[in-house]
């Protein structure tokens, strides 16, 4: 649920399907993963089944099934990996940016040279991952995700638990946002950012753009 509503919310299923898409038509295999393992749900506002890709994903049943049994973060061995992706969803302000075992499998996979993104809500996730050297991941580097006035224009700035873009700049990160629901893809390196569900299949472009340059067994870990 969105906060203490009543209203359902989850992942955001476009910034599931359409990066997927993307990289398993590049040759990738991905791995689905989630806070506490198991299903997985969906934000009700988000099953438009006019998009091909939402559809084509949603009507297979293995695909389903994969959402169905999620690793638990804390299952996942970093050096399996050669990234990770959050997807984003109002459910994943809630999920992510606590969760220590996100920060230690991001942080082991950010230094052991992978590549980390994220889009939309996403990027809640690398808030609060911590390098070993004591650096916060995003500090100093440039990022986007849903910005504080998407978050006003859809009328949940006093529902979520924090603003992402206020956070993030906190961080020290360098936040570059486009206007409202506009495409937007910032690549800083091997971090990987969008700012919301326009940017979805954008990410997944650079990830696969970031991941060509080496030959090692694709792997990424969702």
Request: charged share 20%; aromatic share 10%; hydrophobic share 45%.
């Given at each position: 649920m969105l906060g203490d509503t009543d209203t359902p919310t989850g992942y955001y299923l476009s910034e599931v399907t359409h990066p997927w898409s993307v990289l398993t038509e590049a040759g990738y295999t991905i791995d689905f993963a989630s806070p506490q393992g198991g299903p997985v749900a969906a934000d009700p506002k988000s099953l438009d089944m006019d998009d091909p890709i939402n559809a084509r994903f949603w009507e297979d049943n293995a695909l389903r099934s994969q959402l169905d049994t999620t690793l638990a973060i804390h299952q996942v061995?970093?050096?399996?990996?050669?990234?990770?992706?959050?997807?984003?969803?109002?459910?994943t302000?809630?999920?992510?940016?606590?969760?220590?075992?996100?920060?230690?499998?991001?942080?082991r996979i950010w230094e052991a040279g992978g590549t980390v993104a994220a889009v939309c809500h996403g990027p809640a996730a690398l808030l609060n991952v911590q390098l070993s050297d004591g650096q916060w991941l995003v500090a100093d580097r440039e990022v986007t995700g849903f910005t504080d006035a998407e978050e006003r224009a859809v009328?949940?700035?006093?529902?979520?638990?924090?603003?992402?873009?206020?956070?993030?700049r906190e961080r020290g990160a360098n936040f570059e946002g486009?206007?409202?629901?506009?495409?937007n893809v910032v690549v800083d390196g091997r971090l990987i950012?969008?700012?919301?569900?326009?940017?979805?299949?954008?990410?997944g472009e650079a990830i696969v753009e970031v991941l060509n340059t080496s030959h090692d067994t694709p792997?990424?870990?969702y």
């Open positions: 061995v970093p050096e399996h990996y050669r990234a990770i992706f959050f997807a984003g969803g109002h459910g302000m809630w999920d992510f940016a606590d969760s220590a075992a996100v920060q230690r499998v991001t942080a009328e949940l700035d006093q529902v979520v638990p924090f603003l992402l873009e206020s956070e993030l486009a206007d409202n629901f506009q495409e950012t969008g700012q919301n569900p326009a940017s979805a299949t954008g990410v792997d990424v870990a």
